[in-house]
């Protein structure tokens, strides 16, 4: 059998999906509170115009968020279980962001079994999380690991400092 997802299945589960809308719908919650401040703008992705080469796609969960034209910080939602490869996709558009600027900060909300420092995603992202886990790192890359999920309120504080950093 060939690996990967299969014909006529999705890798994404109830779990997956409540993230990845906490993450969509903060994000246009935050779009409509910084509508009046034209230093900022929210995208859903990145036009093709935007990627470096012109080829490939970047459209992170919560969005990509520039100030004054710098694209300055990006929020991505990935839920994963104890197996499975889901956090590798991860560093496709991490690398398309940090080629942009390479001081954006790249935040990742990390939920599921595999969301644990010794587990999936801590192995795997550990080689450009080298200032550790679950803490704000402006200007680099943060990753939140909560196998349970996070609160909305703690998707947004984390956004709203980290693109008032920004200004």
């Known amino acids: 059998m060939a690996g990967g997802i299969q014909p006529g299945t999705v890798a994404t589960d109830k779990y997956a999906k409540k993230l990845d809308q906490q993450l969509k719908d903060t994000a246009q919650e935050l779009k409509s509170y910084y509508a009046d401040n034209d230093r900022i703008v929210h ?32 929020f991505e939602a990935k839920k994963q279980n104890l197996g499975g490869n889901a956090i590798e996709r991860w560093f496709k558009n991490n690398t ?12 990742t909300f990390a939920s599921g079994p595999g969301a644990q420092e010794d587990e999936v995603i801590g192995k795997t992202l550990n080689v450009v999380h080298l200032n550790g886990f679950n803490k704000l790192i402006l200007g680099d890359n943060s990753t939140f690991l909560k196998p349970s999920g996070f609160t909305t309120k703690f998707i947004k504080d984390i956004m709203i400092e980290t693109i008032e950093a920004s200004l």
């Open 43 to 74: 995208q859903r992705k990145l036009l093709k115009d935007q990627i470096p080469g012109g080829k490939g796609a970047c459209e992170p969960d919560g969005g990509v968020w520039f100030v004054d034209g710098k694209l300055v910080a990006v």
């Open 96 to 107: 398309i962001v940090k080629t942009i600027n390479s001081n954006a900060s790249y935040v």
